[in-house]
């Protein structure tokens, strides 16, 4: 057992992180590493954040991203910011250029602590998400739960934001809804043959909207960076929101705005909680019990 990858267990907006530090070490975090850490409460995670030596010139490092089932997940936005908080306070840099599975983001942390990630163009043509069957209009696609002629929840808005989501517009509270019943079905409908995110999503005024997650791969969250990401783009291609709002999981607020150069930037917090030393293997951990506040890895 070889306790020898550096570890901060964080969390964005109550989203639980994993920070790993493979840089200098061959191959990647287990799918059975993750299962098994996602199995002891202490290191209970939403998504593991392994932190590799870059593969492009040009960039700072390559992110590689785990689900707590052991899944790789193409993006996550809570993760990424807790990435750069966890590279910021070891290297003091404020700026990062970093190549995921999704593409190369840039994130950079401000002086209040908030840290904002460029986390792409969306991409909403029916291939692109992508579905089973082709849709003409992706604003509100044929998909329902619940009687055919009073369904709980229908028409999503599907959209890629380095993953697939699909938005349910509610306009009760959205907590009035079983999302933990209602979230592996949809989750899983044959509809989305790389599954989907699915979001229930309320919006409250032209620069707020209430959201819930229930994550691929990973299920409930506080707060899903992608999901708020694609529920501000659907809005705002919709009309029913401007271009920049603020979107709330249940873990807190984002700002997220879409520019008008496409690209979507994504502003909020990121916590450390604690550090430690894990094997990438098995998933065996010990925490680092002096590791002052804020050194993260």
Not at 24 to 52: C, K, W, Y
Not at 163 to 178: G, I, M, R, S
Not at 253 to 280: C, N, Q, Y
Request: glycine share 8%.
């Amino acid at each position: 057992m070889a306790l020898d990858v550096p570890f901060a267990k964080m969390n964005g907006l109550g989203n639980l992180i994993i920070v790993a530090d493979m840089r200098g070490r061959d191959g990647p975090v287990s799918p059975e590493a993750a299962i098994a850490l996602n199995a002891d409460p202490a290191t209970r995670f939403d998504q593991l954040m392994a932190i590799h030596d870059p593969r492009i010139d040009g960039t700072d490092n390559y992110i590689d991203i785990l689900n707590s089932d052991g899944s790789r997940a193409q993006a996550c936005g809570n993760g990424t910011r807790c990435v750069v908080q966890a590279l910021a306070a070891e290297t003091g840099k404020a700026v990062f250029t970093l190549q995921t599975p999704a593409g190369i983001l840039s994130a950079e942390e401000h002086a209040d602590g908030l840290i904002s990630v460029d986390m792409g163009k969306p991409r909403f043509r029916w291939n692109q998400i992508p579905l089973e069957e082709e849709f003409a209009d992706t604003t509100g696609i044929e998909l329902q739960i619940g009687p055919i002629d009073a369904p709980v929840l229908h028409t999503p808005s599907v959209a890629n934001i380095g993953n697939p989501h699909a938005v349910f517009w509610v306009k009760n509270d959205v907590w009035t809804y079983d999302l933990e019943r209602f979230g592996p079905l949809l989750e899983n409908h044959p509809i989305f043959p790389e599954k989907a995110n699915i979001t229930i999503a309320q919006v409250v005024a032209r620069d707020h909207i209430i959201i819930r997650t229930w994550e691929r791969g990973a299920g409930l969250t506080e707060a899903c960076g992608s999901a708020a990401c694609a529920a501000l783009v659907c809005a705002a291609r919709m009309d029913k929101t401007e271009r920049k709002a603020t979107v709330t999981p249940p873990g807190g607020d984002l700002v997220i705005e879409w520019r008008d150069d496409d690209k979507i930037v994504m502003t909020g917090p990121a916590e450390w909680e604690f550090s430690g030393h894990l094997d990438a293997e098995t998933g065996a951990w010990s925490r680092d019990e002096n590791a002052p506040s804020q050194e993260a890895i």
